[in-house]
């Protein structure tokens, strides 16, 4: 069974680096019908994707992030990151990472159980 | 930017009751359509794709239809597990993804 968790500080300064990792067990992230992405949920609202990238190191980004965020994969841990620069509280959430499939082939099936982040000094 | 507008926000239904939940895309999406269960601090669960399939273990009382830009998930007879918030999700065209704002299911 394919099983995702996220991992990474908590508590983030305003203006600094949010990073978080996610580590794939149960299957590879090799796999080449899947992609990997970063979803987030600000407190009591909905779900807003972040970006995501493939094995190859191909990666896609929301627009409105774009300018912000880094996702990199490291295949030998079967692991990808997030990176997501000058951090506000407006970016305060619980992140989630997950899979999905290519355009017009398969939704997001698997979810990190989450990792809640705050941005406070 | 695809964008998805589920109605109601808000849902009030009573146990045994059907609930009928929309989501409307603002372009067509096909049928590239899913649906997601989400329980406090809980991740969402995939209970549709396809618009109409069922993902693994999802019961039966569960189903979805539509094509294009209107959509619908029913619940036939809602249980007490049922009552969670329900969001559907569009993976036709992307980047970005995209999904709707939410419906809230309540126990009236």
């Known amino acids: 069974q394919l099983q995702l968790q996220e991992s990474g500080p908590g508590l983030v300064k305003p203006s600094e680096t949010l990073s978080l990792t996610c580590t794939v067990s149960?299957?590879?992230?090799?796999?080449?019908?899947?992609?990997w992405g970063w979803i987030r949920q600000p407190p009591g609202k909905g779900l807003e994707w972040i970006g995501s990238?493939?094995?190859?190191?191909?990666?896609y980004y929301n627009p409105s992030l774009k300018s912000r965020v880094i996702i990199s994969v490291d295949t030998s841990k079967n692991q990808f990151s997030l990176k997501l620069s000058t951090a506000t509280a407006a970016d305060t959430a619980v992140y989630y990472c997950?899979?999905?499939?290519?355009?017009?082939?398969?939704?997001?099936?698997?979810w990190g159980q989450g990792t809640r982040v705050t941005v406070s000094s | 930017e695809i964008v998805m507008t589920q109605s109601p926000a808000t849902l009030s239904v009573s146990p045994g009751e059907r609930a009928t939940l929309s989501c409307r895309a603002s372009?067509?999406?096909?049928?590239?359509l899913a649906w997601y269960q989400q329980k406090p601090g809980q991740a969402p669960r995939l209970l549709i794709y396809?618009?109409?399939t069922r993902a693994t273990g999802i019961p039966a009382r569960f189903s979805g239809s539509g094509s294009g830009t209107e959509f619908t998930l029913t619940i036939s007879s809602l249980q007490s597990e049922d009552f969670a918030v329900y969001y559907c999700?569009?993976?036709?065209?992307?980047?970005?993804?995209?999904f709707g704002g939410g419906t809230k299911v309540e126990i009236k």
């Open positions: 997950a899979r999905h499939g290519r355009v017009g082939q398969w939704p997001v099936d698997y």
């Open positions: 149960g299957g590879s992230i090799s796999n080449t019908n899947y992609f």
């Open positions: 990238i493939y094995y190859s190191g191909n990666t």
């Open positions: 372009q067509s999406v096909d049928s590239n």
């Open positions: 396809g618009a109409s």
């Open positions: 999700h569009q993976y036709d065209n992307w980047p970005p993804l995209t």
